[in-house]
Protein backbone atom coordinates (compact mmCIF):
# COMPACT_ATOMS: atom_id res chain seq x y z
CA UNK A 1 0.00 0.00 0.00
CA UNK A 2 0.84 3.61 -0.07
CA UNK A 3 2.99 5.27 3.05
CA UNK A 4 4.88 7.85 3.22
CA UNK A 5 7.96 8.47 6.28
CA UNK A 6 10.12 10.71 7.54
CA UNK A 7 13.44 9.64 8.33
CA UNK A 8 13.85 12.26 12.15
CA UNK A 9 11.25 12.96 14.19
CA UNK A 10 12.89 15.66 15.73
CA UNK A 11 15.47 18.17 14.12
CA UNK A 12 17.27 20.46 16.10
CA UNK A 13 19.47 23.83 14.55
CA UNK A 14 21.01 26.90 15.36
CA UNK A 15 19.69 30.04 14.25
CA UNK A 16 20.44 31.15 11.28
CA UNK A 17 22.08 27.73 9.74
CA UNK A 18 20.25 25.74 7.33
CA UNK A 19 17.76 22.72 7.86
CA UNK A 20 16.94 19.82 5.32
CA UNK A 21 13.82 17.96 6.51
CA UNK A 22 13.65 14.37 4.99
CA UNK A 23 11.21 12.34 3.93
CA UNK A 24 10.99 8.70 2.18
CA UNK A 25 7.71 7.72 -0.08
CA UNK A 26 7.38 3.92 -1.27
CA UNK A 27 4.25 4.56 -3.57
CA UNK A 28 6.24 5.10 -7.44
CA UNK A 29 2.86 5.88 -9.02
CA UNK A 30 2.79 9.29 -6.47
CA UNK A 31 3.74 12.12 -9.01
CA UNK A 32 2.87 15.10 -6.60
CA UNK A 33 4.21 16.10 -3.52
CA UNK A 34 3.69 18.69 -1.18
CA UNK A 35 5.05 20.40 2.22
CA UNK A 36 2.78 21.71 4.90
CA UNK A 37 4.40 23.57 8.19
CA UNK A 38 2.05 23.26 11.49
CA UNK A 39 2.89 25.60 14.50
CA UNK A 40 1.78 25.05 18.00
CA UNK A 41 -2.20 25.01 18.35
CA UNK A 42 -2.89 24.82 14.40
CA UNK A 43 -3.69 23.23 11.55
CA UNK A 44 -1.15 22.34 9.01
CA UNK A 45 -0.18 25.18 6.18
CA UNK A 46 0.76 24.49 2.60
CA UNK A 47 4.29 25.77 2.10
CA UNK A 48 5.72 24.17 -1.46
CA UNK A 49 4.95 21.74 -3.53
CA UNK A 50 6.40 19.34 -6.22
CA UNK A 51 5.53 17.83 -9.27
CA UNK A 52 7.15 14.29 -10.66
CA UNK A 53 8.14 16.21 -13.71
CA UNK A 54 10.70 18.11 -11.58
CA UNK A 55 13.57 17.69 -9.52
CA UNK A 56 14.12 20.82 -7.48
CA UNK A 57 11.68 23.67 -6.98
CA UNK A 58 12.60 26.70 -5.09
CA UNK A 59 10.26 29.34 -3.07
CA UNK A 60 10.87 31.80 -0.35
CA UNK A 61 13.63 30.67 1.83
CA UNK A 62 12.59 26.44 1.28
CA UNK A 63 13.70 24.67 -1.99
CA UNK A 64 12.59 21.10 -2.60
CA UNK A 65 14.17 18.54 -3.69
CA UNK A 66 13.00 15.36 -5.20
CA UNK A 67 14.60 12.10 -5.83
CA UNK A 68 12.68 9.48 -7.60
CA UNK A 69 15.34 6.64 -7.91
CA UNK A 70 15.62 6.64 -4.44
CA UNK A 71 12.02 7.84 -3.75
CA UNK A 72 13.58 10.77 -1.74
CA UNK A 73 12.00 14.07 -0.86
CA UNK A 74 13.54 16.31 1.10
CA UNK A 75 12.68 20.27 2.17
CA UNK A 76 15.79 22.71 2.64
CA UNK A 77 15.02 25.79 4.99
CA UNK A 78 17.57 28.35 4.04
CA UNK A 79 18.74 30.98 7.14
CA UNK A 80 16.68 29.33 9.64
CA UNK A 81 14.13 31.67 11.63
CA UNK A 82 12.57 31.14 14.94
CA UNK A 83 9.31 31.65 12.79
CA UNK A 84 10.58 28.31 11.44
CA UNK A 85 9.57 26.39 14.35
CA UNK A 86 7.23 23.77 13.61
CA UNK A 87 6.43 20.50 12.75
CA UNK A 88 6.87 19.55 8.63
CA UNK A 89 5.20 16.67 6.99
CA UNK A 90 5.34 15.65 3.96
CA UNK A 91 2.56 14.88 1.68
CA UNK A 92 2.29 12.64 -1.40
CA UNK A 93 -0.43 11.54 -4.08
CA UNK A 94 -1.00 10.64 -7.49
CA UNK A 95 -3.23 11.99 -10.85
CA UNK A 96 -6.55 10.63 -9.97
CA UNK A 97 -6.28 10.12 -6.37
CA UNK A 98 -8.81 12.07 -4.20
CA UNK A 99 -6.51 11.99 -1.10
CA UNK A 100 -3.04 13.21 0.02
CA UNK A 101 -1.11 10.21 2.11
CA UNK A 102 1.01 12.11 5.29
CA UNK A 103 4.02 11.47 6.66
CA UNK A 104 4.69 10.96 10.72
CA UNK A 105 5.91 14.07 10.93
CA UNK A 106 9.28 15.81 11.92
CA UNK A 107 9.66 18.23 14.69
CA UNK A 108 12.09 21.42 14.10
CA UNK A 109 13.44 23.41 16.76
CA UNK A 110 15.77 26.11 16.53
CA UNK A 111 18.64 26.63 18.78
CA UNK A 112 19.54 30.71 19.88
CA UNK B 1 -13.33 35.25 2.89
CA UNK B 2 -13.23 32.81 5.94
CA UNK B 3 -11.31 29.90 4.21
CA UNK B 4 -12.18 26.06 6.07
CA UNK B 5 -13.80 26.86 9.93
CA UNK B 6 -14.62 24.35 12.29
CA UNK B 7 -16.73 24.25 15.27
CA UNK B 8 -16.08 23.86 18.47
CA UNK B 9 -12.69 24.73 19.18
CA UNK B 10 -12.89 22.78 22.20
CA UNK B 11 -15.03 20.52 23.44
CA UNK B 12 -14.96 17.78 26.56
CA UNK B 13 -17.16 14.65 26.59
CA UNK B 14 -18.11 11.85 28.94
CA UNK B 15 -17.36 8.58 27.31
CA UNK B 16 -20.85 7.39 25.93
CA UNK B 17 -21.67 11.25 24.95
CA UNK B 18 -22.50 11.75 21.77
CA UNK B 19 -21.51 14.69 19.13
CA UNK B 20 -21.26 16.35 16.04
CA UNK B 21 -18.21 18.60 15.02
CA UNK B 22 -18.75 21.18 12.01
CA UNK B 23 -16.93 22.17 9.50
CA UNK B 24 -17.32 24.61 6.62
CA UNK B 25 -15.35 25.87 3.87
CA UNK B 26 -16.20 29.01 1.55
CA UNK B 27 -13.10 28.28 -1.01
CA UNK B 28 -15.51 26.19 -4.00
CA UNK B 29 -13.68 23.01 -2.91
CA UNK B 30 -14.88 19.73 -4.48
CA UNK B 31 -13.68 17.32 -2.17
CA UNK B 32 -13.37 17.78 2.06
CA UNK B 33 -11.33 15.74 5.03
CA UNK B 34 -11.84 15.10 8.24
CA UNK B 35 -8.55 14.03 10.19
CA UNK B 36 -7.10 13.31 13.68
CA UNK B 37 -3.97 13.66 15.16
CA UNK B 38 -2.96 12.10 18.31
CA UNK B 39 0.08 14.00 20.52
CA UNK B 40 3.00 13.85 18.79
CA UNK B 41 1.95 11.85 16.10
CA UNK B 42 1.25 12.74 12.31
CA UNK B 43 -2.35 13.06 10.39
CA UNK B 44 -4.91 10.28 10.01
CA UNK B 45 -7.37 10.13 7.45
CA UNK B 46 -10.57 9.50 9.04
CA UNK B 47 -13.32 9.98 6.00
CA UNK B 48 -13.75 12.32 3.15
CA UNK B 49 -15.89 13.25 0.46
CA UNK B 50 -14.85 13.63 -3.29
CA UNK B 51 -17.89 15.48 -4.21
CA UNK B 52 -21.27 16.58 -2.75
CA UNK B 53 -23.17 13.60 -2.40
CA UNK B 54 -20.75 10.75 -1.47
CA UNK B 55 -18.22 9.62 1.50
CA UNK B 56 -15.16 6.88 1.76
CA UNK B 57 -14.01 5.29 4.85
CA UNK B 58 -10.44 6.79 5.54
CA UNK B 59 -7.73 5.10 7.66
CA UNK B 60 -9.60 5.14 10.93
CA UNK B 61 -13.44 5.41 10.48
CA UNK B 62 -14.89 3.55 13.46
CA UNK B 63 -16.64 4.81 15.46
CA UNK B 64 -17.30 7.83 13.38
CA UNK B 65 -19.87 8.87 10.76
CA UNK B 66 -19.83 11.79 8.45
CA UNK B 67 -22.34 13.68 6.38
CA UNK B 68 -21.43 15.70 3.38
CA UNK B 69 -24.95 18.38 3.48
CA UNK B 70 -23.96 20.19 0.96
CA UNK B 71 -20.87 21.91 -0.99
CA UNK B 72 -19.72 24.01 1.93
CA UNK B 73 -20.44 22.04 4.52
CA UNK B 74 -19.16 18.00 5.80
CA UNK B 75 -19.88 17.64 9.27
CA UNK B 76 -18.01 14.57 11.84
CA UNK B 77 -20.22 12.48 14.13
CA UNK B 78 -19.42 10.63 17.34
CA UNK B 79 -21.94 8.55 18.25
CA UNK B 80 -21.04 7.10 21.37
CA UNK B 81 -17.77 8.37 22.35
CA UNK B 82 -14.94 6.77 23.71
CA UNK B 83 -11.14 7.71 25.97
CA UNK B 84 -9.63 6.56 22.68
CA UNK B 85 -11.24 9.58 20.46
CA UNK B 86 -9.27 12.20 22.58
CA UNK B 87 -7.79 14.21 19.75
CA UNK B 88 -7.17 17.28 18.03
CA UNK B 89 -9.64 16.91 14.25
CA UNK B 90 -9.05 18.81 11.49
CA UNK B 91 -11.05 19.08 8.68
CA UNK B 92 -9.70 20.61 4.96
CA UNK B 93 -10.67 20.98 1.78
CA UNK B 94 -9.46 20.37 -1.46
CA UNK B 95 -10.20 21.50 -5.17
CA UNK B 96 -9.79 18.87 -7.96
CA UNK B 97 -7.40 21.97 -10.10
CA UNK B 98 -4.43 21.05 -7.04
CA UNK B 99 -3.72 18.64 -4.82
CA UNK B 100 -3.11 21.75 -2.08
CA UNK B 101 -5.40 21.17 0.85
CA UNK B 102 -6.32 23.83 3.34
CA UNK B 103 -7.20 23.14 6.52
CA UNK B 104 -9.68 24.68 9.32
CA UNK B 105 -8.06 25.62 12.26
CA UNK B 106 -8.97 22.16 14.71
CA UNK B 107 -11.52 20.98 17.45
CA UNK B 108 -9.61 19.94 20.28
CA UNK B 109 -11.85 16.77 21.62
CA UNK B 110 -11.35 15.20 25.38
CA UNK B 111 -13.01 11.96 26.28
CA UNK B 112 -13.16 11.73 30.27
Known amino acids: GESVGLHLPTLSVQEGDNSIINCAYSNSASDYFIWYKQESGKGPQFIIDIRSNMDKRQGQRVTVLLNKTVKHLSLQIAATQPGDSAVYFC???????????FGQGTRLTINP | NAGVTQTPKFQVLKTGQSMTLQCAQDMNHNSMYWYRQDPGMGLRLIYY???????DKGEVPNGYNVSRLNKREFSLRLESAAPSQTSVYFCAGMTTLSYEQYFGPGTRLTVT
Open chain 2, 49 to 55: SASEGTT
Open chain 1, 91 to 101: AETHQGAQKLV
